[in-house]
Every structure is written in C-alpha cells, then in structure tokens.
C-alpha cells in the first residue's frame, strides 16, 4: 500500500509561532502537492514539487521535496489565523498515474 | 477560468430517492475525477475519467453511476443510498495526462464540494 503519512495529526498553535509539517513514505514520487482545505470546502492547490530537494516558497509557506522524493515538509512562518485548515500531501506515482496518494492529512488550529 | 463548479452545495436525500451531483469545469481538463470524502479524513478516489471513458472505478457500489456528457461535465447519479454514505463528494480536474510536463499535468484542481446527508 502506498501510504503517506503526515506529522502531526493535529497542531494548535498562537499566532505568530512557526511550525513545520511533515510528509513521509517509503515510496518514490514523481511529484508531490500540497494542499490546504477548509472545512466543507474542497481542497484547495497550494504547490507542486517536482525535483529531488526542490524548495519553494509562497509567502509565509516554505515547501521541501526530498532528495530522495519520499519526503516533504510544510514550513510556516508567523501562523496567522487564516491559516487554520487541514493540510494535506499528496504524490503521484510514475504508474498508476491518474491517482493521488493522499496523505493522513494534518488539522492546524491557529488562535489569534 | 480556474475554477471547478459543483451543484448543489447541499443535498439531503432519502434511500429511496434518486439524485445526481453535477461538476463543471472550463479549463480545458481532460481528466476529471470524484472523491468523497468522511469528516477528519483524507478523500477517497471513486472514478477517474479520461477523454470522457471511464478509466478508473475504486470498486465503488453500483448505487453510485458516474457520467461524462463531454469534456467539461461530470456527473454522479444517486440511487438507494445508504446513511452511511452521507459525506463531502468532490469533484477534480486535471490536465491531459498524455502531454508533456507529466508532473503538472497531475495536479488536480477540485471543485467546492457537495455535502449530501442520506436519510
């Protein structure tokens, strides 16, 4: 089973405190998206990564792939309140490539 | 046009209705996908079309029919739910997965959602 597991699963923080979320596996992707939802909405496209150790940066958000693209990591920056959502990772393989390997998904709570 | 539109926002039915959830989207996708998705957890895939073919089905139960009319529309048809099928439905979409650039070919794109409660 290709799974994708996210760290934390939940994280409340104050605003303005940094925090980093993690998504891991044992498989290979060849590409890997974020996503941000919140609640009874969809989610909602935030990046894609392609290469081994690429980083990008979106405002306050800093995203890694790993070298060895089993990995990434969300870096936020001064949490504000309008971040509060669920994150999600998902990859996509090279076969089977219509479908997303979603991640467990993290539920970040951001108090003003 | 960058969005995905889905109707309705909401839908409560009964087992014995029958409905349909309806996905539209303008940006020239070819591929185009239904989720649903359980509180706290992450979507699960039900059907994947390409081209307008039905190229995927996740071994979804029969109560649930997908359509693709043309490259824009996507439809789910109801019948004889379960309450245990209440949940977000969503809908996606994403580029032609045949072109070049692969990896961003991938990203999909998802609609709003449609919450259904079955009674």
């Known amino acids: 089973t290709q799974l994708l597991e996210q760290s934390p699963q939940f994280l409340s923080i104050q605003e303005g405190e940094n925090l980093t979320v993690y998504c891991n596996s044992s498989s290979v992707f060849s590409s890997l998206q974020w996503y941000r939802q919140e609640p009874g909405e969809g989610p909602v496209l935030l990046v894609t990564?392609?290469?081994?150790?690429e980083v990008k940066k979106l405002k306050r958000l800093t995203f890694q792939f790993g070298d060895a693209r089993k990995d990434s990591s969300l870096h936020i920056t001064a949490a504000q309140p309008g971040d509060t959502g669920l994150y999600l990772c998902?990859?996509?393989?090279?076969?089977?490539?219509?479908?997303?390997?979603f991640g467990t998904g993290t539920r970040l709570l951001v108090s003003p | 046009d960058t969005e995905v539109t889905q109707t309705p926002k909401h839908l409560v039915m009964g087992m014995t209705n029958k409905k349909s959830l309806k996905c539209e989207q303008h940006?020239?996708?070819?591929?185009m996908y239904w989720y649903k998705q359980k509180a706290k957890k992450p979507p699960e895939l039900m059907f994947v079309y390409s081209y307008e073919k039905l190229s995927i089905n996740e071994s979804v139960p029969s109560r649930f029919s997908p359509e693709c009319p043309n490259s824009s529309l996507l439809n789910l048809h109801l019948h004889a739910l379960q309450p245990e099928d209440s949940a977000l439905y969503l809908c996606?979409?994403?580029?032609?997965?045949?072109?070049?650039?692969?990896?961003?070919?991938?990203?999909?794109?998802f609609g709003p959602g449609t919450r259904l409660t079955v009674l």
């Open positions: 940006m020239g996708h070819r591929a």
């Open positions: 996606a979409s994403s580029q032609d997965m045949l072109a070049g650039g692969a990896a961003f070919g991938r990203e999909q794109f």
């Open positions: 998902a990859g996509a393989r090279n076969t089977g490539f219509q479908k997303l390997v």
């Open positions: 990564v392609v290469t081994g150790g």
